[in-house]
Every structure is written in C-alpha cells, then in structure tokens.
C-alpha cells in the first residue's frame, strides 16, 4: 500500500484529520495525548513512519504500546507495553520539565495569534455559554515545543480576539501593564515553543516564525483558499498556500479500520455505496 493515496470516496473527513495530525508526529519525539482522535493520530503514526516515537497519555501512563485504541487516556489498555504507569502528576512533570516535544490539544475558539479559549464564550463572570473548562490545555501549551490544535471550523471559532485566553498562543497579555507581547518575551528563560499548527475541517494552518500571525498553509479537499479566508472573523493570510491537504494513504486507512479503530470508537469507517 505505502504511499498509494486513497479516493475521495474511500475516506472521510475524520480519516483526513487524523492523518493530517499524524504527519505532524516526527520519530524519536515525546508526544503528549489527550482522549480523541489526537490517540488515534499519535498511534497512526508510530504504526507507520514514526515508529520510536514515546506517546505519554495524559492520565500517566508514559511510553504506552496498546495493540488497539483505548476508550479513553484513564483505559487500562493504556498501560500495555508502557515503560511505567503512574498518574497526573508524573504525567505533567516530565512536561515541565522540558521533555515534551508535541501536543495534540482542542479548542473552542482561536484568534489570530494561536490564543485559544476552552472556557466560556462572552463575559467570564456572566458568559453565554460555559465550556468545559482548561483541564491539561493551558500546561500542555506552555510546557510543549509544539502544540497542534484540532478544531471544528466555523466562522465564530476563528475570531479577532477569544472570549477567554485558556491557553496563550504567540502575542499574549503582559501584566500588570496589559499590552499585548511575544509570547518569547513574556515567558522568558521558561520559553520552549508554542503553537505550531491548527488543522481545522477546512484547512491546515500555521503559524509565521516572527510576528506569530496564522496563516493557511494547505485546503482541504473542495475547499478554497478563499472561501476559508471567508470562514474566519479576521483577514485570513491566504499568500503563503502550498497546495491541498495530502489525502490519506491506503496504508493509513488500513491501520486506522484495521488495526487502531476497528470498532469505529472516533472514527467512522466509510463504506461505499
């Protein structure tokens, strides 16, 4: 199968995301998991070309092989083949210490500059809508490398300014002052990295070394550059596009079906028809 690329009709939009984010997964890294489909692209892509890759899920246990996909980071089956199994707090500390190379986190709302909100939407004290809240998101984000952000795209998601900074992304509140700096200089010696990638249900993005700013670097299949700089509530950087997001391979279809999710836990398997 190797790099034999599926049809259209052969995979969903779900088989596109997963792949995209495992792509992002580079060999010999320390990955950080959360439950979702970030477990399925991690897995993915120790199954294929990032075979000595260390997958810490989030509950603790830390270099889990599990033949099959678990329920959730809390799944026994993460504990199989695991170079140790603790918890929360082992968890996080090897990411503070600096160990963690990527992130796979969600997200409600982003901006411009990678902030992302997983609180509320509206006044924090009288919100509109109260989300589920920062769990690991914030630690992840600042104590990672890279963060890769995976998100359902919607115009009111990519917006000028979040409702709620939960996790900063690369211009960020300086405080007591209140102006708004790079996140090297807010951080300073406890600065690692920061938001690499967003890949959305209509593009991957990314973000420019300097000012920090996103900008789209490949479309999903049907999708234009400009009719995602119409999905976003700021003016999309659409000048720097690559091409379209690489389809799945046979191969990566194969091992998600087959192997990781054959009981279609987070990823649904299209069938032709």
């Known amino acids: 199968m190797g790099k034999e690329y599926a049809n259209p009709e052969e995979y969903g939009l779900a088989d596109l995301l997963c792949c995209a984010a495992a792509r992002e997964v580079q060999d010999n890294e320390i990955v950080f998991a959360g439950t979702g489909l970030p477990m399925v692209a991690i897995m993915l892509a120790q199954k294929t070309h990032a075979p000595n890759l260390k997958l810490i899920f989030e509950a603790g246990t830390l270099d889990g092989r599990p033949p099959e996909i678990p329920t959730s980071v ?10 140790r199994a603790s918890g929360l707090y082992d968890a996080f500390s090897i990411a503070q210490r600096g160990y963690v190379d990527l992130g796979f986190l969600g997200g409600a709302e982003v901006d411009e500059y990678g902030n992302v909100n997983t609180t509320c939407i509206g006044d924090y004290l009288a919100p509109d809508l109260r989300l589920t809240g920062s769990g690991g998101n914030p630690d992840i984000n600042s104590f990672a490398k890279r963060t890769v952000f995976i998100m359902v795209h919607e115009k009111r998601r990519f917006t000028p300014k979040v409702s709620y900074i939960t996790s900063p992304g690369w211009r960020v509140k300086k405080w007591p002052e209140g102006e708004f700096v790079h996140r090297r200089e807010l951080y300073g010696a406890a600065y690692r990295g920061g938001p690499s990638a967003v890949i959305s249900t209509a ?28 999905m976003c509530h700021f003016d999309l950087d659409i000048s720097r596009v690559s091409g379209e ?10 091992f998600i079906h087959d192997v990781l999710d054959p009981e279609q836990i987070f990823i649904p398997k299209v069938t032709k028809g």
Do not use: Q, W
Not at 74 to 83: K, P
Not at 203 to 208: E, K, M, Q, Y
Not at 216 to 227: I, R
Not at 245 to 254: K, N
């Open 74 to 83: 809390g799944d026994a089956r993460c504990e199989m083949g695991a170079s």
């Open 203 to 230: 593009g991957v993005f990314r973000f420019d070394n300097e000012t920090g700013r996103i900008y789209l670097d490949t479309c999903h299949p049907g999708k234009t550059p400009e009719e995602i700089r119409e």
């Open 245 to 254: 997001t690489l389809p799945p391979t046979r191969e990566e279809l194969h």
